[in-house]
């Protein structure tokens, strides 16, 4: 099975016509290559470890850390076993987030929707094979991994990856199957081609997406795209609650029309 702590999207190697591109500069690709490495740790990394992580020369990469290290983007750990990501990171993520016209509408919207349903609410942003999470409102009973900005979870699997999916051509859901690590998170992860298209079908019926522990055992999860001007899918609001808590049909009955209106007001922006 598959870890749900980690980033999923690993390192983004420059493309050929990226590098014949005159104005690309290598020097960055490799900081952002070394950077990218913790994507995978579960600990701190050495040198050595980053270094093999990230593709990157040991030489170059030992230049790039201490570079890095120099202005806050890397430091070591307090016991000093290795390197992790630097606090001045998080600088950018409050740029991306603040800067972001989806992320800024939608978050009174989003606050309501809380007050409304007392369960989890999380904002995801597509980014090819994945959603990434741009805001986590918790309920009563999460766990750490639940609460983290930009945790990132795979398209095919999840309602929110789902409802976009729905808003999508057929031939571009068939990429994202065919281009997507379907390994399985849990033993009910629906992997099969076939099953997914069925779900994906579903959802542009209802308007919304449903997940039942395909992701987190014990979780219900249902999604709705959030679509940009032209009609395309850019995102998707998730409400997600406890199966010891809810059946899948009642938290879908109830909580279902308060998210797809939710995803309509921001919509409409």
């Given amino acids: 099975m598959r870890s749900i702590l980690h980033a999923q999207d690993g390192i983004r190697e420059p493309s050929e016509e990226a590098e014949q591109d005159p104005l690309f500069v290598q020097a960055v690709a490799r900081t952002v290559q070394v950077l990218s490495a913790f994507h995978s740790a579960s600990k701190p ?3 050595n470890e980053i270094a093999a992580a990230s593709g990157v020369g040991k030489s170059a990469t030992q230049r790039v850390v201490a570079t890095l290290r120099h202005l806050g ?3 070591r750990d307090p016991d000093d076993n290795g390197y992790v990501p630097g606090i001045r990171l998080l600088d950018h993520t409050l740029d991306y987030l603040r800067l972001n016209p989806l992320v800024a509408r939608a978050s ?5 929707l809380r007050r409304n349903v007392r369960e989890r609410i999380d904002l995801s942003l597509l980014d090819g094979l994945r959603l990434v999470y741009a ?3 918790q309920s009563k009973r999460e766990t750490f991994f639940a609460t983290l900005v930009g945790h990132s979870v795979p398209v095919f699997c999840t309602s929110g990856g789902r409802a976009i999916m729905a808003a999508m051509s057929d031939d571009k859901v068939e990429e994202i199957i065919e281009k997507s690590d379907r390994r399985p998170f849990t033993a009910k992860t629906l ?12 959802a ?5 997406a449903v997940a039942v522990e395909e992701v987190l055992p014990g ?3 249902l999604g709705v795209a959030i679509r940009g001007p032209d ?3 850019l995102a998707a609001i998730h409400v997600a609650g406890s199966l010891g808590e809810w059946e899948a049909e009642e938290f879908t009955r109830r909580f279902a029309p308060l998210a797809v209106e939710a995803a309509r007001a921001i919509s409409r922006y």
């Fill in 108 to 112: 009174p919207v989003l606050l309501e």
């Fill in 135 to 137: 805001a986590r409102m």
């Fill in 219 to 221: 979780e219900v999860a």
């Fill in 191 to 202: 992997v099969e081609p076939s099953a997914i298209r069925e779900k994906v079908l579903e």
């Fill in 231 to 233: 009609g395309s899918p």
């Fill in 204 to 208: 542009r019926e209802a308007g919304y």
């Fill in 73 to 75: 983007y890397v430091e």
């Fill in 45 to 47: 990394m050495s040198l």
